[in-house]
């Protein structure tokens, strides 16, 4: 099955843990008798347990809110057969008659509007942002100043600016042909390049590392991206809103639905360019991309305009305040 499908296909499967789930942890919950119950916005069996036991709910949101109007309901995406519909379908019916949660179907209960949602991204980059009231807490990403410490990396061979980072993350990193094609593409230019290469390449299948390139299995990216001038990444949710917090401008090459999503508004909001990975990303493409991004003076204006939002949003620091306030009060604040 491919990494898509699999993907689409994880309301489902969280909804059968749901029903293994449930019974295991809700007597716990309600021995603690707690003021509300924290849980991430995809742990289906903890919304449950929320409503079956009156308990305000907080969902935590890392990625865009899977709603109608932004089109990010991941199972819509997913054509299951007749009979695994029918099996859904008995499995919600069974959790809503036994535990009398108010969902009719299985969007709702992925949906799961909640009292508070807490939602790392910034308002502005979730799509349809305007349309969400104040249940829901824009506060931007959360991340550790610190959490790269501890990590080797040879600063003292970095070149001069311009700096190009490259990364594709930590899942789909084994591409040695995209590798190749990047020294290819950035050999004898102007540009010091970074590349991770991340822990499942054997790096003698590399062509000759050309001298302005600097490759390591582990990039601690916090410290490099404040000297980057442009960003080559997959589009991860967590490299992307890393990027706009220090305000480089990105080229993305995505593998997921998800990182697709996210290249196309990035490229909507102006804050970089969407690579199809389907189609041949040449040397030429990748320097053409590049060199769009840092020649086009509007790129580094919008980012910077969005990095402003970023670090505006408030982090974890008002994800805190806004879920103190909630079990006070019972607003976000």
Known sequence: MRDNQRLALLPFRLLQTSRQMVPLLLERVKAEYPDCLVYSGLFLWARIIAHALDIPGVALWPTYIPDARSGTIMHERAAPAAASLKRIGDELSYLRETYHIPFPDLASLVRGEEGLTIVFLPRAF????????????????????????????????????????????????????????????????????????????????????????????????????????????????????ESLYFGVPMVIIPHTNEQKMTAKRVEELGLGIALDESAAVTAEVLREAVAQVTLDLHYKERVEAMQHLVCEAGGYNRATDGLQNYVRVGKPG
């Open 126 to 241: 979730q799509p349809g942002g305007d349309t969400f009231d104040e249940r829901y807490l824009f506060v931007g990403p959360s991340f550790h100043p610190n959490r790269d410490e501890g990590h080797s990396f040879p600063h003292e061979h970095l070149g001069p600016p311009p700096l190009l980072y490259i990364s594709l993350g930590t899942m789909y990193n084994n591409q040695v042909e995209f590798y190749n094609t990047c020294f290819k593409a950035f050999n004898n230019t102007g540009w010091h390049v970074i590349l991770s290469l991340g822990d499942k390449l054997d790096s003698d299948s590399l062509q000759s590392i050309p001298e302005n390139f600097v490759t390591a299995s582990y990039v601690p990216q916090l410290e490099v991206l404040p000297q980057t001038d442009v960003f080559l990444s997959h589009g991860g949710m967590n490299s992307t809103m």
